[in-house]
């Protein structure tokens, strides 16, 4: 990270000054209104702002709580250790991000003088525009933004090893340098920078909660969808169970717990989002997509993608093309 923007995010706040000089508890009207356990978004983010930044308060024990709010960590430097829903011990290190999802309770150690963490506030509407950005990209990202951003996610938190990814480090650095300076129009910034990170966090699915024993079935979970992805032409249920060694009404249920649907319906909707975006960004035939993703049956794909998109395929291509879009 930049050697200004680190020094800026080094320096002792008054909260910290006042830490170390002796208050041995935290200030949670800071933090907290009416439930002290919740932290407030009301108290943290400027009236009007989808999303703001808070250095990570050091030298303090921060009790169980929750936010009413999607929280992103991203370490500096340093580390620092959580433990959530009192069961598991998660730490996050230097080049780690962390999301926490609103529903999650977790307990922070004091961090040292060189942990240097930044908080990132989140209100779960600043999702809606990186949603659109990916909406017809593929199904793993979209699951990872369902993840953090929906109340019915089975998920309490993604940690993400990122350290040395260069387009993560930069994109995040670049939202928090656009934060502590207040940047116009810093809202749309950020929520376009968002989409590009989920974009890069997706190609590296395989980092995600990498160490943790709590989170198996989500990481088998990100397999599939990767899986899926890779193989969206031809994948089958068979193949990819027999890849994780699980049977398939395992691999059926995990998907169904998880994504809400079953593997045929995550490959059928991965093979219609890259057939919407080669009849956006390729002079490719109707026929030739329906080779290239896998159909063989030209009405089904015909009745599937109007069932989605409500429109034909060379409708969608015509109407994209006059928008100037690239969905």
Not at 53 to 76: D, G, S
Not at 240 to 250: G, K
């Amino acid at each position: 990270m930049q050697q200004e923007l680190m020094e800026q995010l080094r320096r002792i706040t008054p909260e910290e000054q006042a830490i170390l000089d002796g208050r041995t508890d935290l200030q949670m009207d800071l933090y907290a209104s009416g439930r002290a356990s919740v932290f407030d978004s009301r108290k943290l983010l400027e009236h009007g702002r989808l999303i703001d930044i808070r250095p990570h308060t050091r030298f303090a024990h921060f009790p169980k709580h929750r936010h009413n709010y999607v929280e992103l960590l991203y370490m500096c430097s340093g580390s620092t250790t959580h433990i959530i829903n009192d069961t598991e011990r998660v730490t996050v290190r230097e080049g780690d991000l962390i999301f926490f999802h609103q529903n999650v309770y977790h307990e922070i150690l004091p961090a040292g003088r060189e942990d240097i963490g930044v908080n990132f506030l989140i209100l779960p509407e600043f999702f809606d525009r990186a949603i659109t950005m990916l909406e017809d990209s593929n199904v793993l990202r979209e699951f990872l933004l369902s993840t953090i951003s929906s109340d019915q996610s089975t998920s309490h938190y993604l940690h993400f090893q990122a350290r040395g990814i260069v387009p993560v480090e930069h994109l995040l650095e670049s939202m928090i340098w656009t934060l502590l300076n207040q940047v116009p129009r810093v809202n749309t910034i950020n929520q376009i920078s968002m989409g590009l990170l989920f974009l890069n966090l997706s190609l590296f699915a395989e980092q995600i909660n990498r160490d943790q024993p709590g989170q198996e079935e989500q990481n088998t979970v990100f397999y599939i969808l990767k899986y899926i992805e890779s193989h969206y032409k031809s994948g089958t249920l068979a193949e990819v169970s027999a890849l994780l060694s699980l049977p398939t009404y395992t691999v059926s249920r995990l998907l169904k717990k998880h994504t809400g649907a079953n593997f045929k319906e995550l490959l059928q909707k991965r093979r219609l989002q890259q057939a919407a975006y080669l009849l956006s960004n390729t002079p490719l035939t109707v026929e030739r997509i329906l080779e290239h993703i896998g159909y063989d049956n030209s009405s089904y794909f015909h009745n599937r993608f109007r069932a989605v998109y409500g429109c034909s395929p060379r409708a969608y291509r015509a109407a994209h093309r006059e928008s100037g879009t690239d969905k």
